[in-house]
């Protein structure tokens, strides 16, 4: 009976998947191809209208079908496919009244001119409601209406981000438009929370959206001026729909599965106009930060889930991190921000988080280290235990005096405190097998942490031809304490065996002053032509109290002071920047050139050793952009920069660390600073009328007089680190990528992303005093396909193989070579009605992995939503690593060892959880029993 049971399940799952295959099939030979042209122009002039917003709607619903762009002649053709026969077809451009006309689709029409009248009343300012323009070109503004893009039920940002053509959302919720990364996404013009876009895309659902705004990103000054941003990144402003912009928006979800998994999650905004007030809350276990609400995959932690995750349980949001970067991670925290703005007057907005997490981590290393007459090899294993709160606060206030005058003020500060125990064993033992040495090490640690930074800029407009002075002052000011306590035992084997013994405290005080005073002024050479001075001061000082004390078997206290370890030195760097650029900020051509000399100035005092040392340097460094927008969808950009990087003061401070005492590790006192050259060559091609579009770019850098480690290792296999400059290092990367969405009605969309691309290093170091030379180069092809069918049905395979291969300059070291591969299926199906179901599938084969790990892993997630209460509530259940496969190994390499790694992942757990959404919105109370819920 059972079998019969199952047998006609599987039956009617067949028919289901040919019945929807057949539908697919034929709603696609019976559409028809259409094409329309013409050409849009003023009324009155006759002169083309460029960037014309052509579109077409069923009559029956006014669901957008397809939309193009008109060009420099104010051209047009409308391509598409569709089931339909009569349509709308809208013409909208900014200042002129929309024009409708009912056409007939047919496989060819042209509609000759189409004359637009201008709209006396926008030009004023007056905006005219009832439209559903589903993208406009503004300026440098490009807005898409999001109610234009069909989403499913209850979607969040994220999701209608990835139906907007030139948009990219990669599966940690990376933003890039047209190549560029989204630097921040802001509602109503205001920081949300903070600057990390996942928190405004993760959290907010896309039905009170009312336009997506994508534009460069800004620096104060340029906001100030009005001037275009770079273009290096790029900035999305959310608005809120007016019917939306005052009210409540709230989401509560909650979870528990096996293995004592759990997550709960709240999130609350309170709208009114241009004020906002939120509230956001999580804890977890699953290695998230808590501020999804996608009801999928949003309680799979690290899977499509999270907020600025590594690879291994450590993230941060808002300033604040979470877990130390391995293992798994149990977190909580608490956030509220708040926003409001008064356009010419003020725009504050200020939040507050608080968090905390216990890490742990257990992990094992094999690592092959490379010796010009041989090599060893060491193996290492740790269990690592930590835990972490911190609270921090900011603020960014903006207050405009008058139309010339605006204060603008950022003050940040936060509070943290760590505790960590970390024990290890590591082996060391030679190419035959023989145990050399070993070392078993306890480090028990407890940390604070305070930083509070600000920074103050005053902007005064001169005249109207775009004269202005800039005066700012920054400081930061930073105190660490730390004590930690070391046990280790290290054994030494051969002809002359030795054992030492450490049982040490090291108590640590850092503090870090850095203020910086800054002005420019800016005068008019001509029409886009500008003349920039600036000058920059900069005082760092940096305080180190460094004290060991070994411990006293005889009073059993930690009281015999070890000179030799400790340290007392005041650093200080005190730099002054004068620069001078010349730039032409033209509608289509923008160049800049900058010129400036880095006058640095170190002086170390140490006191335990009476000692000291200054050394002045003095650096012209040079930058030279240059921005060209060809048309509405050709840009090009090109850019070459130099950039001074300053010994760190553990790089120039010669005292003894031997946290590892199978590595010693000294600074060099006489080390210079580094100075990176780079250029880099960026190409970007979109057609919003095509929806099709590549980028590409190439970026090279050199560095001179590096800072490099040199280790000496003895016969005992025990190594001594100390650092120097080389000169020759480079690192290079030249890729593509193409992207093309095929689109019929609203019915079916396809969308290809090929993303190939290069990368080369060449490494310069040491090896037992030889110069070592490694060339390491990778190509990673990668190709990421989505299908979306009516909402109903969304499938997106995706794959990626990575060549590496990586020469030395020495006989003796052997060249590495290996191939990894990563595979990934998703599909989410939203049919029948009310039901989400969700498969994230994703295989990874790591060819470079030594044969005592695991080389491969199929990792599996699976969930399944129903909808309840109005659409209002989500049960959902979900396995995570169903296949119980997940693993955390892999291999890195360096210019002389190769290191295989494994540590603690998260693995299969299966969870139930419940979500639920309370709105209110311009004072009515939301249907069913929402708030008494609440």
Not at 423 to 451: K, L, M, P, W, Y
Not at 475 to 483: F, G, H, L, Y
Not at 514 to 538: I, S
Not at 547 to 558: A, K, L, W
């Given at each position: 009976m059972h079998q019969f049971i199952n047998q006609n399940q599987i039956n009617l799952r067949k028919s289901t998947i040919a019945l929807f295959f057949f539908t697919l099939f034929y709603t696609f030979t019976n559409a028809q191809d259409f094409s329309i042209n013409g050409k849009v122009v003023d009324s009155f002039s006759k002169d083309p209208l460029e960037a014309t917003t052509v579109y077409a709607e069923s009559i029956k619903d006014s669901t957008l079908i397809t939309y193009t762009i008109s060009d420099k002649a104010g051209f047009f053709e409308l391509e598409g496919k569709s089931n339909l026969t009569e349509v709308n077809l809208f013409f909208s451009y900014n200042g002129y009244k929309t024009t409708l006309k009912k056409v007939v689709l047919k496989p060819s029409l042209s509609l000759g001119e189409i004359a637009m009248e201008e709209q006396a009343e926008e030009l004023k300012g007056v905006e005219v409601t009832g439209e559903r323009v589903p993208i406009r070109i503004k300026k440098d503004t490009l807005e898409f209406n999001a109610d234009s893009f069909k989403t499913r039920p209850d979607a969040t940002v994220e999701e209608v981000l990835k139906k907007l053509p030139g948009v990219d959302v990669d599966s940690n919720g990376k933003i890039t438009v047209n190549g560029k990364e989204v630097s921040q996404v802001l509602v109503n013009g205001q920081v949300f929370f903070s600057k990390d876009p996942k928190v405004v895309t993760k959290s907010l659902p896309k039905e009170v959206i009312d336009k997506i705004q994508i534009t460069s990103t800004k620096t104060k000054t340029q906001e100030f001026t009005g001037e275009q941003g770079d273009g290096d990144s790029k900035t999305i402003n959310l608005t809120i729909k007016e019917d939306k912009n005052k009210g409540l928006l709230g989401r509560l979800s909650g979870g528990y599965g096996t293995d004592e998994r759990y997550q709960a999650n709240g999130l609350l905004n309170y709208f009114d106009g241009q004020q906002r007030i939120s509230a956001i809350a999580s804890s977890n276990n699953i290695n998230s930060a808590g501020f999804s609400f996608d009801e999928i995959y949003g309680m799979m932690g690290r899977t499509r889930g999270g907020i600025s995750m590594n690879s291994n349980g450590g993230f941060s949001v808002g300033g604040l991190s979470f877990g130390f970067g391995e293992g798994i991670t149990t977190s909580s925290n608490l956030g509220a921000s708040y926003a409001d703005s008064k356009k010419g007057e003020y725009k504050v907005s200020a939040n507050y988080f608080y968090a905390n997490s216990d890490s742990y981590n257990d992990q094992k290393t094999s690592r092959e280290n490379i010796l010009p007459n041989g090599r060893f090899f060491t193996d290492s294993e740790s269990r690592f235990e930590g835990t972490t709160s911190g609270n921090q606060g900011s603020a960014n206030l903006e207050f405009d005096?008058?139309?010339?005058?605006?204060?603008?003020?950022?003050?940040?500060?936060?509070?943290?405190?760590?505790?960590?125990?970390?024990?290890?064993?590591?082996?060391?033992?030679?190419?035959?097998?023989?145990?050399?040495?070993?070392?078993?090490?306890?480090?028990?640690?407890?940390?604070?942490?305070?930083?509070?930074?600000?920074?103050?800029?005053?902007?005064?407009?001169?005249?109207?031809?775009?004269?202005?002075?800039?005066?700012?002052?920054?400081?930061?000011?930073?105190?660490?304490?730390?004590?930690?306590?070391?046990?280790?035992?290290?054994?030494?084997?051969?002809?002359?065996?030795?054992?030492?013994?450490?049982?040490?405290?090291?108590?640590?005080?850092?503090?870090?002053?850095?203020?910086?005073?800054?002005?420019?002024?800016?005068?008019?050479?001509?029409?886009?032509?500008?003349?920039?001075?600036?000058?920059?001061?900069?005082?760092?000082?940096?305080?180190?109290?460094?004290?060991?004390?070994?411990?006293?078997?005889?009073?059993?206290?930690?009281?015999?002071?070890?000179?030799?370890?400790?340290?007392?030195?005041n650093f200080k760097n005190r730099q002054h920047y004068p620069s001078l650029a010349l730039n032409r900020n033209g509608k289509k051509l923008r160049l800049g050139v900058t010129a400036s000399l880095m006058n640095t100035k170190l002086e170390n005092e140490d006191f335990s050793r009476n000692s000291s040392f200054s050394k002045t340097y003095n650096n012209f460094l040079f930058r030279v952009s240059g921005n060209y927008n060809i048309d509405q969808s050709k840009r090009i950009y090109m850019g070459y920069y130099s950039r001074l990087n300053l010994p760190s003061i553990n790089q120039l401070q010669p005292v003894a660390n031997i946290n590892n005492p199978l590595n010693v590790v000294i600074g060099n006192p006489n080390l210079s600073p580094s100075v990176n050259h780079s250029v880099n060559l960026d190409f970007n091609n979109y057609s919003w009328k095509e929806r099709t579009g590549y980028f590409i770019y190439a970026w090279l850098s050199a560095e001179q007089n590096k800072v490099v480690p040199v280790t000496v290792t003895d016969e005992n296999f025990l190594r001594t680190t100390t650092y120097t400059n080389v000169k020759g290092n480079q690192n290079g990367q030249l890729g593509t990528r193409y992207s093309k969405e095929f689109k019929k009605d609203s019915t079916l969309t396809v969308k290809v992303d090929v993303n190939p691309y290069l990368s080369y290093r060449k490494e310069i170091g040491f090896n037992n005093g030889n110069r070592l030379e490694a060339r390491i180069w990778s190509i990673t092809p990668r190709i990421t396909t989505t299908f979306n069918y009516k909402e109903l049905l969304e499938i997106v395979p995706g794959y990626r193989i990575a060549f590496n291969d990586t020469k030395y300059n020495i006989d003796t070291f052997k060249d590495i070579n290996f191939i990894s591969h990563t595979a990934e299926f998703k599909t989410t199906t939203y049919w029948p009605k009310g039901l989400v179901w969700g498969n994230d599938i994703s295989y990874t084969y790591n060819g470079n992995v030594g044969p005592s790990f695991d080389r491969d892993f199929l990792l599996w997630n699976i969930s399944l939503g129903v909808q309840m209460f109005n659409d209002k509530g989500t049960f959902k259940i979900l396995a995570y690593d169903l296949l119980d496969q997940n693993n955390n190994t892999r291999r890195s390499t360096g210019q002389d060892y190769i290191q295989d790694f494994q540590g603690t992942v998260l693995q299969r757990y299966f969870m139930a959880s419940f979500t639920f959404k309370f709105d209110q919105f311009g004072g009515k109370k939301p249907s069913g029993n929402g708030m008494r819920f609440f």
């Open positions: 005096i008058d139309e010339t005058l605006r204060i603008s003020i950022e003050p940040s500060m936060s509070v943290n405190r760590t505790n960590s125990s970390n024990a290890g064993f590591t082996v060391s033992s030679d190419e035959t097998g023989e145990i050399i040495n070993r070392n078993e090490t306890r480090t028990v640690g407890d940390g604070q942490q305070r930083d509070f930074t600000n920074r103050m800029d005053v902007f005064k407009k001169l005249d109207t031809l775009g004269r202005y002075i800039r005066l700012s002052f920054s400081n930061n000011n930073r105190a660490n304490e730390d004590i930690t306590n070391l046990e280790s035992v290290r054994e030494v084997f051969g002809d002359n065996p030795v054992q030492e013994i450490l049982d040490q405290r090291t108590m640590v005080t850092d503090k870090h002053d850095n203020y910086t005073l800054g002005a420019t002024y800016r005068e008019v050479l001509g029409d886009k032509l500008f003349l920039d001075f600036g000058y920059e001061y900069r005082n760092n000082k940096d305080y180190n109290k460094r004290e060991v004390f070994d411990f006293d078997d005889s009073i059993g206290r930690y009281t015999d002071f070890n000179e030799t370890l400790s340290s007392d030195f």
